[in-house]
């Protein structure tokens, strides 16, 4: 179980770092504007889209990586019993509904009082 919580933290966060990135592809739009992008930067933007993208293909292939990964060390971790068992428990718990239906509850008489008022409102 260590193993897959240490997955899925590794997961979650190249999860985080490839939205950062593909949010930076766009120097116009996104988080890449608050870079500036003046003419003093280290990268020009031929040389910044590239690397980027590098960035993004490897991180990307990390991630379908760890998914692959985590889906593999917890598969079938936390389900105890198939499908099959749980149908049929439901089939006897309708048997038991259905019998239940069936059953005439019995019924009491009632008697409603008259609405009829005298002149003075008596009965």
Do not use: H, Y
């Not at 592809?25 to 980027?52: E, H, I, P, V, Y």
């Amino acid at each position: 179980m260590l193993l897959a919580n240490i997955l899925l933290f590794f997961n979650i966060t190249v999860a985080v770092l490839l939205v950062i990135l593909i949010l930076l592809q766009r120097a116009s739009s996104g988080l890449g504007a608050l870079g500036g992008g003046g003419s003093g930067a280290a990268f020009s933007a031929a040389s910044t889209g590239n690397a980027l993208s590098k960035a993004t293909t490897i991180l990307a292939a990390l991630f379908l990586g760890s998914c692959l990964w985590l889906a593999v060390e917890m598969g079938g971790k936390g389900r105890e019993t198939s499908v099959v068992d749980t149908l049929a428990v439901m089939d006897e718990g309708l048997a038991v509904d259905s019998a239940a239906e069936e059953a005439v509850a019995p019924t009491v008489p009632v008697e409603l009082p008259s609405t009829k008022q005298g002149a003075n409102g008596a009965q």
